[in-house]
């Protein structure tokens, strides 16, 4: 897990060193990002699936992106944020994107508390680039209080997800 927290910002540091691609899509659209998998993979306290829908914007500040959030998981819990992202391109057709987001978790269980209502989540995900640029990728998120409360179990999601872009979606109510 603290390879997690450290992978994040090597990846947003390597973003910035690396050259820029012919793929790399400066001009990207907003996304609207669906998402469904396995909450609490590595301790198994919790037998839920997570579904998470997010909205990227395509505007980036420096290399960064803004994005919202909002998870909920089966065991009744949810988590809501905002945070940033930063697409990596990785050749035409692959984009890794680190992401962080300060959330606003609700939904202890006898199983599972974790530690406080704020939680930090790191995401790393890697994605496949289809021609009408939405995307298809899998992802692992790492959640975590940085320590605010009593304890600070942490928790970690693997993720199937699909991106597609907001000009498709306007597309189809035309």
Do not use: C
């Amino acid at each position: 897990m603290t390879s997690i927290r450290l992978l994040v910002p090597a990846l947003l540091v390597l973003a910035t060193v690396l050259p820029s691609g012919a793929a790399r899509a400066d001009d990207d659209p907003d996304f609207l990002t669906v998402a469904a998998g396995k909450f609490d993979i590595f301790r198994n306290r919790e037998e839920d699936v997570e579904l998470r829908l997010d909205y990227r914007f395509g505007k980036k500040f420096l290399i960064f992106k803004p994005f919202l959030t909002g998870a909920y998981v089966t065991n009744n819990s949810s988590f809501v944020g905002a945070g940033v992202l930063v697409d990596i391109y990785l050749g035409r057709r692959f984009v890794l994107t680190p992401q962080f987001s300060p959330t606003w978790w609700r939904g202890k269980t006898s199983n599972l508390d974790l530690g406080h209502a704020l939680e930090f989540r790191s995401r790393l995900e890697l994605a496949y680039r289809l021609d009408d640029r939405s995307r298809i990728g899998i992802s692992i998120d790492h959640s975590s209080n940085a320590g605010l409360g009593d304890g600070n179990p942490g928790v970690e999601s693997v993720m199937l997800n699909y991106s597609v872009s907001m000009d498709t979606i306007k597309g189809m109510f035309k």
